[in-house]
């Protein structure tokens, strides 16, 4: 576990760098062509740089998170358009590119803020630590069903976990809503993106228990805190992370929950919501159908169970007791 959590973290977010951070000059002019491309040929393959006709089509274009930053150049009060609500370390680093740009011009930068983040999470990370919470809660959970309901019949089981599920996501928009007020509206919305999270970590994790044991717990924290915390974008967007996280960030049940919560609330559910909710619908069938394979796993192996020794069970048992307090 210090191992994998070592390489998953150090190696997530140890050097953030810009990578295809794409931006935008505003400008149909030589000028703005021109400004555009020194921009690109001083950051290499930091930056993806283009020109856009308008500001009205980079509002446009930052609102569906196609873009980080949009330069207005202007001789006297340039002005960069951003959205903070995709990613305040992202929007940053715009910000630092163009300032650069408006130094060496002897201007000052003017920043507009088209999406900001909820009062409540003024660095916009507030989703991610709602993850967390999520996460943990889930599959701690996977631990103590395991382990304590091994005994009991897969459908129990399952309704165990659905009902943990309910309650976990409760527990969280409850905590992040008004009590620390991160999430701030549409609140009900979050509460089932939030379950339909939750409930596909229990239903992959209870599935999995009947085919790996023990070593559950370790599997769970593999598939669910290292890569899962680290890809999600909660603090990193890919566009600051290396080609592995952002691979993952594509199809990950993290990223799907970060990013669908992002488009929910700052974003009037567009820029790829639909996208989102799909990748937790898949994460969540995934996790029924290993719940499937498990229970018929168990009715063939049912009959051998019904003939083990006392000394068997009680071995059983004491295995996944130490499985469920070892969380």
Request: glycine letters at 10%.
């Amino acid at each position: 576990m210090c191992l994998g959590m070592a390489l998953a973290y150090l190696g997530a977010f140890h050097q953030p760098e810009p990578h295809h951070l794409k931006v935008a000059v505003v400008g149909t002019g030589p000028q703005a062509k021109v400004l555009a491309q020194t921009v690109k040929d001083a950051a290499g393959d930091r930056l993806d740089v283009t020109t856009l006709r308008s500001s009205h089509d980079a509002q446009r274009q930052l609102l569906d998170r196609d873009l980080v930053g949009a330069f207005l150049p202007d001789a006297t009060s340039p002005e960069l358009l951003v959205a903070t609500a995709n990613s305040d370390t992202s929007t940053t680093a715009a910000e630092a590119v163009f300032q650069q740009v408006t130094a060496e011009q002897g201007t000052r930068l003017k920043v507009s803020d088209l999406a900001p983040s909820a009062p409540g999470d003024p660095t916009g990370q507030g989703l991610f630590f709602l993850l967390i919470a999520l996460s943990i809660g889930s599959y701690a959970g996977v631990a103590v069903i395991g382990g304590a309901g091994a005994v009991l019949p897969m459908r129990v089981r399952a309704l165990v976990a659905l009902a943990a599920s309910l309650a976990i996501s409760a527990i969280g928009i409850v905590v992040a809503g008004p009590v620390f007020h991160i999430v701030d509206h549409d609140r009900p919305a979050m509460w089932a993106i939030s379950w339909l999270y939750s409930a596909g970590i229990l239903a992959i994790g209870t599935g999995l228990h009947t085919f790996v044991k023990r070593w559950t717990t370790l599997t769970m924290m593999v598939l669910f805190v290292m890569v899962n915390f680290t890809s999600s974008g909660g603090v990193f967007r890919p566009d600051l992370q290396n080609g592995f996280f952002g691979a993952l960030h594509a199809f990950w049940n993290g990223a799907g929950f970060v990013e669908g919560a992002r488009s929910l609330l700052y974003f009037d559910g567009r820029a790829g919501l639909s996208g989102n909710l799909l990748a937790l619908a898949l994460w969540l069938a995934a996790g029924l159908a290993l719940l499937i394979a498990a229970g018929r796993s168990e009715q063939r192996h049912r009959g051998a169970e019904l003939v083990s020794t006392d000394d068997d069970i009680e071995e059983e048992v004491e295995e996944n007791m130490e499985e469920a307090v070892g969380v």
